[in-house]
């Protein structure tokens, strides 16, 4: 049976590959708890310096496969459950949003390259990484309003933190679709393309730059970018204080200064 996710290392970037083309890359279990699990696995084993989230076929995702919606979130033809079908529910839930915040969470950056479909729960997904770059025709939504339902997987708890209040509000009340151009417009995404080579050779190129930086570095960076986002701006500024106080003198520092000097990149191992 082919592997449903695939992941390669070259040139100390990471490639997790949704391979489902056949079903445009749907989310069951399998690929919604895959992901995360292959991201722990790169932080924890220092395999890469940024993660490339990317798909097979014509489309990223065409979001959670709603046959295992039906099937194992305690949902019966009728749609009727009973109070314990709904706690089983609520923990199914918190674990599915605990998969994106481990996306959210990586240590090194993850940048999600979207093509053809990305919707409902991938947009919520990408919404989750680093970086967001597209084709022009990919299609986004913010859909389960269309399916009866409250979007719960974090796309409207980071989207905020990415494109206007009036855009978001617009978007989520409606479940529309919006192609790469409006979501460059409203810069849900970096960079649109016109063709997935493009995509795929930008985002590449794109990995690589941030992967010559040194690990600890761009981590770092990382981590106080994330940690800003919840503190006032002096305390944002005490924590980066703390921060470089405790990792400045380091060899990163002592190679990037030489370097600048030496007028030659530095080479950060």
């Known amino acids: 049976m082919e592997q449903k996710l695939i992941k390669e290392i ?3 970037v990471a490639y997790i590959w949704i391979n489902r083309p056949e079903k445009k890359n ?8 895959g992901i995360p699990d292959l991201v722990n ?3 924890e084993k220092e395999e890469a310096k ?8 014509d489309s990223f995702s065409a979001g959670i496969d709603i046959a295992t919606f039906m099937g194992d979130m ?3 033809e009728n749609l009727s459950s009973t109070a314990e079908d709904r706690r089983k529910t609520m923990k199914l839930i918190e674990d599915m949003q605990g998969s994106f915040t481990t996306i959210a969470n990586s240590k090194v950056p993850v940048i999600a390259l979207a093509h053809g479909f990305c919707i409902g729960g991938a947009t919520s997904m990408v919404s989750a990484c680093d970086i967001r770059l597209s084709t022009k025709d990919a299609k986004f939504s913010i859909g389960e309003t269309k399916l009866g339902l409250v979007a719960d997987v974090g796309a409207l708890q980071r989207m905020p933190n990415i494109i206007s209040k009036g855009d978001l509000r617009e978007l989520a009340f409606t479940g529309r679709h919006f192609d790469g151009q409006h979501a460059d417009k409203i810069r849900f995404v970096n960079a649109v393309y016109d063709s997935v080579e493009e995509l795929h050779e930008a985002g590449i190129k794109l990995a ?3 992967a010559s930086n040194s690990r600890h570095i761009v981590g770092g960076t990382k981590n106080v970018l994330d940690k800003g986002e919840d503190l006032t701006t002096d305390q944002a500024l005490d924590y980066v204080r703390l921060w470089n106080t405790s990792y400045l003198i380091s060899e990163e520092l002592k190679e990037g200064v030489t370097a600048f000097f030496e ?3 530095p080479d950060f191992k």
């Open 26 to 33: 749907a989310m069951d279990f399998d690929v919604w708890f």
């Open 208 to 210: 690589e730059e941030i």
């Open 50 to 57: 940024c993660i490339l989230l990317l798909a097979k076929g």
């Open 41 to 43: 696995e790169i932080n």
């Open 74 to 76: 305690n949902l019966n």
């Open 10 to 12: 070259r040139n100390e």
């Open 263 to 265: 007028k030659r990149d």
